[in-house]
């Protein structure tokens, strides 16, 4: 996808120091780093030297990593290796980059750079606070897969988009694990807005991000162009909410931000690992208002879903793989979103290189991500981490004394696995649990049994974290 002058023109104006990308020195040593430990082994020797070499890299952020090339035909050439890039890049980095590759790309930016410095010696205030630039277009509505259990917040996320009758779905709270799908609706509420509502202020800004630019108005003594940035929008779109935690005096400004915005009827999307309750460190005033409209667990996607998401990406990748392929990696990966997406890529990377894909090239590909050796053994509290995971609380959270709905179906469904895998007594689990008596557990235990007969999303979950304790 072709980076647009405006993207280009967002970039340019990180690097005059107003964001919070990495340049410069950063920047080299890591492509250094990419080429000589990863791409260097992987990549023919001629075409290393002919192809690889000569990229340079320009910036990157959070999300995107840019790479100039010098003409058209180098630019086509380096597009075959993009997906070998792209995971080489995340190896380095433990990070996942959309990798954006342009001619004279530095040159661009050069240019844009000095027409934005020449802006703001001018006026060191900007009349306009949007920053379409920063949604993802990837991430629309029509990208995004709907299963069992993303489809309410799917349908929430739609009436959001379409400005109307907002206030029913204000605030509107998305939480779930990572790689589930939270970003990727929220990206599609701003681009709908901004295609259709275009005349509509609107904001996307990654809670950290919201941190670091907090911090330098501080430093700078610029808190009213920053007020105004978040307090004069129509929509505002923070993603991983749950880093306000712990910093009391983001929290303070966020509160009268969201006040000031909710008051005058404008629409608040925030993104969470977890239900506001339960973060614990944030203010219970501010529980209360995120929790005022309507919150929303995205569940992992089921197999059906997986297998949709899969599709979807062979269709946008042109591939055609044997169904068994598919069957492969949607059975054995079923956490999030972004690991299916993962095996896909390295997958299609291998085939890239090594030829056709059958279920034996499959497994040899993503021996890494799916190795049977690699299985930990099943005991007490594996089943506790994997059931506390998938339902967005912690082991301690398990064995504690706490009653809140969100924790005791947790517990009776580990107590459950508990008992029916590892065939433990009672008193036993009572022990692992936090010193329960017996008979809470053998009441949790025929609680869960008898509901498995007629709760077929009790059913459902039980069903995904068993192939999380058995992947193979």
């Known amino acids: ?202 904001v996307y800004v990654n809670s950290e991000n919201f941190i670091n630019e907090f911090i330098e108005a501080i430093h700078l003594k610029e808190f009213e162009s920053f007020r105004n940035k978040y307090r004069m929008t129509d929509l505002l779109l923070i993603d991983d909410i749950q880093f306000l935690e712990g910093k009391e005096r983001m929290q303070e400004e966020f509160f009268h931000t969201f006040n000031a915005l909710y008051e005058a009827g404008k629409q608040i999307v925030m993104t969470c690992d977890k239900p506001p309750q339960s973060l614990v ?64 890529k390295t997958l299609y990377a291998y085939s890239r290189l090594g030829g056709g894909i059958n279920l034996e090239t499959t497994r040899n590909a993503l021996k890494d991500q799916i190795d049977p050796q690699s299985v930990e053994s099943l005991s007490p509290e594996l089943i506790m981490n994997v059931t506390a995971n998938y339902y967005n609380v912690t082991k301690e959270d398990l064995m504690s004394k706490k009653r809140s709905a969100e924790i005791v179906l947790p517990r009776q469904v580990a107590m459950y696995l508990s008992r029916s895998l590892l065939n433990m007594t009672y008193k036993d689990i009572g022990i692992d649990f936090g010193n329960k008596n017996h008979a809470t557990v053998m009441h949790a235990y025929d609680k869960i049994k008898a509901e498995l007969e007629t709760d077929i999303e009790l059913k459902k979950s039980i069903e995904e974290i068993n192939l999380r304790l058995n992947p193979i």
């Open 1 to 202: 996808m072709k980076l647009t002058q405006n993207k280009l023109r967002s970039f340019a104006y990180l690097l005059i120091g107003r964001g919070r990308s990495m340049q410069g020195q950063n920047v080299q040593m890591l492509w250094q780093n990419v080429c000589q430990n990863y791409l260097e082994k992987e990549v023919p020797t001629l075409t290393y030297t002919t192809w690889i070499k000569p990229i340079e890299p320009i910036l990157y952020d959070n999300k995107t990593f840019i790479l100039s090339v010098p003409n058209q035909i180098s630019k086509d050439f380096v597009i075959q290796y993009k997906d070998l890039v792209s995971n080489a890049i995340t190896l380095a980095t433990q990070k996942e980059f959309d990798v954006k590759v342009e001619i004279n790309a530095k040159d661009k930016l050069d240019d844009i750079k000095k027409a934005e410095e020449n802006i703001l010696a001018k006026d060191n205030t900007d009349s306009s606070f949007t920053n379409n630039d920063l949604l993802n277009p990837v991430y629309t509505f029509e990208t995004f897969v709907v299963g069992s259990g993303n489809r309410f917040a799917h349908a929430a996320c739609v009436a959001v988009a379409s400005m109307q009758n907002s206030s029913s779905y204000n605030p509107l709270f998305l939480y779930g694990g990572s790689g589930l799908g939270k970003t990727h609706l929220m990206h599609a509420i701003g681009n709908h807005v901004v295609e259709e509502f275009p005349e509509k202020n609107v």
């Open 281 to 344: 460190t944030l203010e219970e005033r501010l529980k209360t208002r995120f929790s005022s409209g309507i919150t929303i667990d995205i569940n992992p996607p089921d197999y059906e879903t997986r297998i949709a998401i899969l599709l979807q990406l062979a269709q946008s990748h042109r591939v055609n793989w044997p169904d068994d392929v598919f069957d492969y990696i949607a059975t054995h990966i079923s956490s999030n979103i972004r690991e299916l997406e993962g095996a896909f």
